[in-house]
């Protein structure tokens, strides 16, 4: 299989799940304008299309009802992500968007997901955006990027009646950090009221542990003076596979995999010996390198089968008494993932690497 025909391949596999991408119903309920509340399933889908719809069906059997934010007050998946809907100001023009309610207490926090992550305050039913712009300076002839931190301007004028400064100060603009900020706030002001934290998360990142075994389509001739050259014969490669979910701050459908594999290849040295037609042939040794893809991948649908498309670079560590080397390869891939029971999986996956041009078919078992 050529480079191209395996991209145009992967590419159809795509396009082909791609109509069942967001088919991730959950458990909720929406808020009409009325006032009343329905429950049923809701889609859950990225940051971005969750911000600019809610897609809602009371059962299995109903059809996929789309509400933009004029059309609803609010929706919420149980015991997790709750959006609103308000009015906001984004690039000078005032849009209706749901955003996501991150604590509501005495001041409230909440999350849009546009181009770029915006966060916005509320207090005594004001609503202010958080900026961070930077802005190029000039010094001695080196032009610098600073950050102006208009948030933090804000914020200690907003909460000027409690004794913050150095909290405030500390304060990133990113979620945790905006909610915990919040929070010591209600505390100081507020100590009758009661906070509430949205969607609080409850799950910790989590490494899934497995195995995997497969082959290149051809094998990576290697001699004394670091020259890659293939060979049509096959090769095998195994070992130890580390997947890592629920990072912070990232789509939950990404994960990032790590794996620690013996990749074989022929090691050709500068000896020769004869062959039966008096040819000076080389001598060849099958050997093994370490090979270290390190990809982000990511789960296209939610059901039990399902798709993760992956790339990243895949990094050979090759040392003996002949070579030293090391050398990195970008590399991107498919894989089919059959989930036995919860964390228990099979999969089967390719793979394409740049330099060398090799493809890799394989399996592996993940718990």
């Not at 609010?74 to 906001?88: L, N």
Request: proline share 2%; glycine share 6%.
């Amino acid at each position: 299989m050529t480079k191209k025909d395996f991209v145009i391949s992967v590419l159809l596999l795509v396009s082909g799940f791609t109509g069942y991408s967001q088919n991730d119903w959950r458990q909720g309920f929406i808020i009409e304008n009325t006032g009343d509340t329905i429950y049923g399933l809701i889609d859950y889908r990225s940051p971005k299309s969750n911000s600019q719809y809610c897609y809602f069906k009371k059962d299995k059997q109903d059809v996929d009802n789309r509400y933009e934010p004029t059309e609803i007050k609010a929706y919420r998946f149980t015991d997790g992500k709750y959006y609103v809907s308000k009015p906001i100001m984004v690039d000078g023009t005032e849009r209706t968007a749901f955003l996501e309610f991150l604590i509501n207490g005495v001041v409230k926090i909440y999350y849009y997901k546009d181009k770029d992550d915006l966060y916005f305050l509320e207090k005594d039913g004001q609503i202010y955006e958080l900026k961070n712009t930077r802005s190029q300076v000039s010094n001695e002839g080196n032009d610098y990027l600073i950050d102006q931190k208009e948030y933090i301007g804000i914020m200690r004028y907003l909460f000027q009646d409690a004794k913050m400064t150095e909290t405030i100060n500390r304060t990133e603009l990113e979620s945790k950090s905006l909610v915990k900020t919040a929070k010591k706030y209600h505390n100081e002001v507020s100590k009758d009221e009661e906070y509430i934290i949205y969607d609080e998360k409850k799950d910790k990142v989590h490494i899934d542990f497995g195995v995997t075994y497969g082959q290149f389509n051809k094998t990576v001739r290697l001699n004394e003076i670091l020259y890659y050259k293939l060979d049509n014969n096959s090769s095998d490669f195994f070992g130890l596979v580390f997947n890592i979910k629920n990072i912070p701050g990232i789509y939950e459908r990404f994960s990032l995999q790590v794996e620690f594999l013996a990749s074989e290849y022929i090691q050709v040295s500068s000896a020769y010996h004869f062959d039966k037609n008096y040819n000076y042939v080389p001598i060849t040794e099958n050997r093994y390198q370490l090979n270290v893809p390190l990809m982000l991948d990511y789960r296209i649908t939610a059901t039990r089968l399902y798709p993760k498309i992956e790339f990243g670079a895949s990094m050979y560590f090759t040392s003996n008494d002949l070579v030293k080397t090391q050398q990195m390869t970008y590399i991107a891939g498919l894989s089919l993932h059959y989930e036995i029971y919860k964390d228990f999986r099979f999969y089967l996956l390719t793979r394409a690497e740049k330099s060398p041009r090799v493809v890799r078919f394989g399996a592996g078992l993940v718990f």
